[in-house]
Nanobody, 122 residues
Framework: QVQLVESGGGLVQAGGSLRLSCAAS????????MGWFRQAPGKERNFVAA????????YYADSVQGRFTISRNNAETTVYLQMNSLKPEDTAVYYC???????????????WGQGTQVTVSS
């Protein structure tokens, strides 16, 4: 079992930056691949980025490649999403996710956080 708590969302102008954090708790938190998803109003929840247990492998959705960076601090069991060059279409609730492998966390993660709102104004 792992519990996930996101923070860092807010309102930012287009072109600006935000950094989201996800604190993972639980005895086995370091053993999980981690990821971020987002859900805009009236739309499906979509994959954004994932990082392996060691942090050595990352994977991004095409829409954020080159603008967003996922990283993790295993000593603190925290995952970050640095978001640069933000666009109004990045506006969504962002969710942290965890599962045993990169494939699982990108497709059908077992664990979810409660979400944090990101709003990008034009």
């Amino acid at each position: 079992q792992v519990q996930l708590v996101e923070s860092g969302g807010g309102l930012v102008q287009a072109g600006g930056s935000l950094r989201l954090s996800c604190a993972a708790s639980g005895r086995t938190a370091r053993l999980y691949a981690m990821g971020w998803f987002r859900q805009a109003p009236g739309k499906e929840r979509n994959f954004v980025a994932a990082i392996s247990r060691s942090g050595g492998s990352t994977y991004y959705a095409d829409s954020v490649q080159g603008r967003f960076t996922i990283s993790r601090n295993n000593a603190e069991t925290t995952v970050y999403l640095q978001m640069n060059s933000l666009k109004p279409e990045d506006t969504a609730v962002y969710y942290c996710a965890a599962d045993g492998s990169m494939l699982e966390v990108r497709t059908t993660p077992s664990y979810w956080g409660q979400g944090t709102q990101v709003t990008v104004s034009s």
